[in-house]
């Protein structure tokens, strides 16, 4: 359909990128869709289950509710831009060692919530990260284990 | 067990092989997937429950620039559904719509926008015909053929499928018993909620050979009904599984968007994907039943169970799915936790006009299970007897068949209850804690596998093949389909622990039609046992066939070969060891290319009768829960305080993703007990809340502390000993904690969800002397046909009359 297209820029994960799409397009969709960055995942795409999660200057927000031509002087972080090249962030190992992850779909904006958390307070207790990631849905794990790959991950970190 | 410390890898604790990729986003799901010149498809819903359609005219959204095409159900006339015996579907609708979100027409554009736009350019005219949105009201109203949902299935009505069978004497139980208990409970349906939406991707190419990725379950199922509905030979169709993004049952059935995006592609000869909504994932559903169950039970005033009669009402929705098999097992395993030396079970599933019902973690059994375990809690209660003590003594055997002819093998329930009631301290909180504070105690047992197929054969339900090459790279190929429950995980551990290699080392080919052998698909939980069981044989006879390649080469026997550690060595000569990758290049220079294959099926089914195919598996996993909740005496507000869960696991594959399985099975359960339902309105028949904000599930802040208690045995026909774990743990958690609500504030809860409203209900009504009960009180007033009298196996017979 013929949409109003506008210049973009975005700086997404260290890097500038320059795009031309819609103007209604939210972030999920052009970090998807227009920069192939499909480690972010939706799951309903109306902000409600907290899976399109990226963090914007640091602070987790709803890719799905948000409009990129907002977002142009911020830095976007994706889940692609978490580990330091090939070396895994320390949430990510610890996802993956404790079974923090089993299907996997929620996982991306669960780790970028939980770095969110962890780059403002090095060293949460549980209550803490329960209510820091209570926007997120998980349907596999019961959570328990997410909760313990944070912990691991502060430790680590440390 | 001793012998579980002899391997690398079984039993220990590991990541899972695919969790690297996932937590760093690199895993690709089916919506991660873009194809060049890719068009976007969407469905036209009905929006009315249950109307015949006169006219679709779909010439302005033909139109519509930027639309490739539109299709309505003219296009697509044959039917299919998972069950050769309920084939009720249509891609589209043709001549009627039965639900709010029917798929009517179909639409392929540019972009997903053009195609949105197009559907709402789609003049659908329907004729309104009187709904049916109630169980009791489908199963008493007769009617003329036009008016039934379904004019051409099932038995009259909207009876979909009705079953009577008894297996023993149960009146004559009943007449020897001192007394009896009868009740009438309610589990309200609910959803899977997957958090990846249902996706596919259809490709049609130049050669006449249809691709297409789909987040299914069964991957084997989708490709013989795409075969049949598109009239392709199943050699023209590849259906390739990516990883799903969680399935809980809810991506087991063949859909409308991935036949229609096959469709659309083979005519407009572009990739075509369909990635629905969450809204549109509410509707397609195929959740768990809505089920009204009246249970009766004849006991001796020792606690003795004498004799159960079962009655269950599903409400099916509008399509068959899995009905037939979800309806018989609202009946098939009441008799695998205790001794009913007599049972008799009679159930109706119907048709509405609500999104149809399908298999959710558990299949059709947590919902007879709930009721069972508050019949065996109110029984202790009347008894004064501890309700842990009741279950012991009604224990079944290991080894032993149910009056209902399964075979039972291991059971460790015995010690699953004991060591819950333990760790919980069970005994001493019972009836003794302040009031608002309770304990209440549940068991549940699952099947590991279902033991016979959706459509009748006598093939293997799962193969594995096994290939190495002179590198010494090992490639294991397997139909089996990752949801998340780790089924990659173990088909790489077990080939790994078989080769001495690791894990990581094994690459890994699964679920594609084209490249993979036959698994039937991530349900029932039959991948660990069935898939497990198959690559252990192929790996072996791999393991046999190197060594055999080295023996010659070495000149030795094979048998004096050792291959561990990724190492093979002549055990007279331990200080000589090769690699494995020598190991592959000599025994590939003596044998050729090295393959291997495995294959699994399951034991044959002990009984004979109609019916007798649900409920038989290979093995029984069992699980005990004691569930501890405070709920405000003033608000009747409901907090779970902590679930102690012990389930007879058999031996671990991989510990880490057991207690994965356990807690997540937890979780769900948590939900189903408390919050999750699936309400319509009343006279639209449009689904309520279908969004995550409004469909209620557990958060982080929901989710009490769990305990988790492995109870090891060996079960001689899982591979190294396992059994299921993905969903037997569900099933006690929604009893135990209506059991502990009745301890708390002593009121009972007979349907789910349990919410605060219902308990103050409850508590208002004990108030002024009344029951104190919240729950239905009477069933539909129908008559079953004459039970199916079933023989009980010979140490059945006679078991009465020892009781007496």
Known sequence: MDTEKTLLTLHVNGERHELLVPVHKTLLEVLREDMGLTGTKHGCEVGECGTCTVLVDGLPILSCLSLPIENQDQEITTIEGVAQGSEPHPLQSAFTQLGAAQCGYCTPGMILTAKALLDENADPDRETIEEALSGNLCRCTGYLKIFEAVEMAAEQSK | MAQAQEYAHIGKPRPKVDAMNKSMGITKFTDDIELPRMAFGKLLRSTQAHAKIKNIDVSEAEKLPGVYKVITGHILPIQFGIMPTAEDEHAMATKKVRYVGDPVAAVAAVDEETAEAACELIKVEYEPIDPIFSIEKAVTTSMDAEHRIHEDFGFGGNIH?????????VDGAFEQADFIDEGVYFFEGNTHLPMEQHSAIAHYDGTGKLTMWSATQTPHYVHRALSKVLELPPNKVRIIAPPTGGGFGGKDDPFSHEIAACKLSMLIGRPVKFTLTREEVFYTHRGRHPVLMWCKTGWKNDGTLMGMHFKSFLDGGAHGSYGPASTYYTGALQTVTCKVPAYKFEGVRAFTNKPPCGPKRGHGTPQPRFAVEIVFDKVAERLGIDPIDLRTKNMIDSHSLTVNWLQIT????????????????FKNKHNKLPHGKGVGVAVGSYICGAGLPIYWNDLPHSEVQLQVDRMGTVTAFSGAIDIGQGSDTVLATIVAEVLGLDPSEIQLVTADTDLTPIDLGSYSSRVTMMMGNAAKESAENMRELMLAGVAEHLKVPAERLEMKGG?????????????????AELAETHKGLLGSVGSYRPPRKKGSYKGSGVGPSPAYSYSACVAQVDVDPETAEIKVEKIWMAHDIGECINETLVLGQVEGSVYMGLGEALMEEYPYRDKLGTHKIPSMLDYKSPTTKDMPPVETILVKGHEARGPFGAKEVGQGPLLPIMPAIANAVYDAVGVRIDELPITAEKILAAMEQKEKDGPGRIGPDKIPDIEFPP????????????KLSSLE
């Open chain 2, 787 to 798: 039970a199916i009298k079933v023989e009980p196996p010979d140490e059945w017979k006679g």
């Open chain 2, 567 to 583: 190492h093979v060595w002549d055990t007279e000569n331990p200080s000589e060891k090769m690699t494995f990758r020598k190991a």
């Open chain 2, 161 to 169: 499928k009705i079953v009577a069978m008894e297996f023993g004497d």
């Open chain 2, 410 to 425: 291991t059971c460790g329930l015995q010690e699953c209850l004991d060591k819950v009631g333990e760790a919980s301290d």
